[in-house]
């Protein structure tokens, strides 16, 4: 009888929309959780019966069904914060992280140090990136973002680095080491470290020999060498620049070099001085010290040497990079954050807490760094915040409720007419 089917397809309205309900009850309820992603009900009818029984014939509906749960992947509004470790994802991608049930990917990145200096989620889950090596150089190995030790040990000076000018014009001076400041054409100071940590004063004397060819010379004061005497200088380096007629450096030539500190140091400590990729090493005097009739003088100098240090603070860039920065000026890249890029966002399975978990549907994690391969960004002192439109939920909830009401009116409708008929009988 077609008023029991009315019955019928009246419940399968109300079922479906009462699921309906649902969804967007768990949206408004996950309207301030951080990287929520909300979700819509999708709906279809339920299969037809065919009034001839034939296809093309008349046919009646049968109600109504809720089809799928669609997730809608859309980037949520970043709220600016004042931590460190609140990350954002600034295009495609989640955070990966390792769960006791598995890999959890989420796009909540409040994010915190645990007490042993690993990153991880709320949950104490940890957050996996790609790990740097003993050089500060981000690899392809991964593994929790940690942040190790925080003090580094000294490491002596290695590897000085100069880039300068030395006047051609100056006449050619003979260098005394009793009077090196009157003795020398140029001269110019820089801080080392010996392998305890302990800066040390070098003063580098330059002398022009004759028209191209120039010595240095690195001298200490005796308060600083190994059985010296303070206020007598001790030359512990020394080498020869020589310059082609174009003013460019030809060759570097090095002499001796055994910088003997003294207060624990060790003994014979060399450094080695680099003036510039010389035209004997394959250079073409661009990046390099010059000797062109203008004043002599530094245009920059580096050295690899520093002392012990503890932890200052620490950042992340763009590019997802933990740089950890140290009270003596240095910093070091840590860790980077690893990215994991799905081919069918919409097709991962949500399993609480802020997590999503791969499914056939969404194929399988491609991990990478951020900003590769169409990978978003990912940004520090911020949290992408829940993508649920408040405005579009309570729309969506009344037209609900109107449908509810709707079908209710076919069940209480098709219970009248019912009774109508029953009553024909008495």
């Not at 996950?30 to 009034?51: C, H, I, M, P, Y």
């Not at 308060?223 to 174009?246: C, H, P, R, T, Y």
């Amino acid at each position: 009888m077609g008023i029991l089917r009315s019955f019928n397809i009246g419940v399968t309205g109300l079922n479906a929309v009462g699921q309906g309900m649902g969804v967007i009850g768990d949206n408004i309820a996950n309207a301030g959780t951080n990287g929520f992603k909300s979700s819509r009900a999708e709906f279809q009818d339920v299969l037809a019966t065919s009034l001839k029984g034939i296809d093309g014939g008349d046919q009646f509906g049968a109600g109504v069904k809720l089809a799928h749960i669609k997730s809608l992947m859309s980037q949520g509004d970043v709220a600016r914060t004042d931590n460190i470790t609140d990350l954002s994802m600034n295009g495609d991608g989640f955070f990966r992280v390792k769960a006791p049930f598995g890999p959890g990917y989420t796009r909540d990145g409040s994010f915190h140090f645990n007490k042993t200096g690993e990153l991880v989620n709320s949950d104490g889950f940890q957050v996996i990136g790609f790990k740097a090596n003993a050089d500060g150089r981000i690899t392809t190995k991964e593994g929790p973002v940690k942040l190790g030790s925080t003090t580094i040990p000294a490491h002596a000076t290695e590897k000085l680095s100069l880039n300068m000018n030395l006047d051609s014009r100056v006449e050619v001076k003979e260098f005394n080491i009793e009077d090196p400041d009157a003795s020398s054409n140029f001269s110019n100071t820089i801080t080392v470290f010996d392998n305890v940590g302990t800066a040390r004063l070098v003063t580098l004397y330059y002398n022009k020999t004759d028209n191209n060819n120039w010595t240095y010379r690195g001298v200490v004061d005796g308060a600083d060498a190994e059985g010296g005497e303070a206020g007598k200088f001790v030359e512990m380096a020394q080498g020869s620049l020589i310059f082609n007629n174009k003013g460019q450096l030809q060759e570097e030539v090095e002499g001796n070099n055994a910088f003997n500190f003294n207060k624990g140091a060790a003994p014979a400590q060399r450094i080695q001085f680099n003036f510039g990729e010389s035209i004997a090493e394959g250079g073409e005097g661009i990046d390099a010290s010059t000797q062109y009739g203008s004043n002599s003088a530094i245009a920059r100098h580096n050295q690899d040497g520093f002392s012990a240090a503890t932890l200052a603070s620490m950042s992340f860039n763009d590019e997802g990079i933990l740089t950890a920065v140290y009270d003596n000026g240095e910093s070091r890249d840590i860790s980077q954050i690893a990215v994991a890029k799905f081919e069918n966002n919409e097709g991962l399975f949500k399993i609480g807490k802020n997590l999503f978990k791969e499914s056939r549907n969404s194929g399988q994690a491609a991990m990478g760094k951020p900003g590769e391969s169409g990978r978003g960004e990912v940004l520090s002192k911020s949290i992408e915040l829940s993508n649920v439109d408040i405005a579009n939920e309570f729309v969506g909830l009344m037209t609900a409720q109107r449908n509810f009401q709707a079908n209710a009116k076919t069940l209480t409708t098709a219970d009248q007419m019912l009774q109508e008929v029953l009553n024909i009988k008495r």
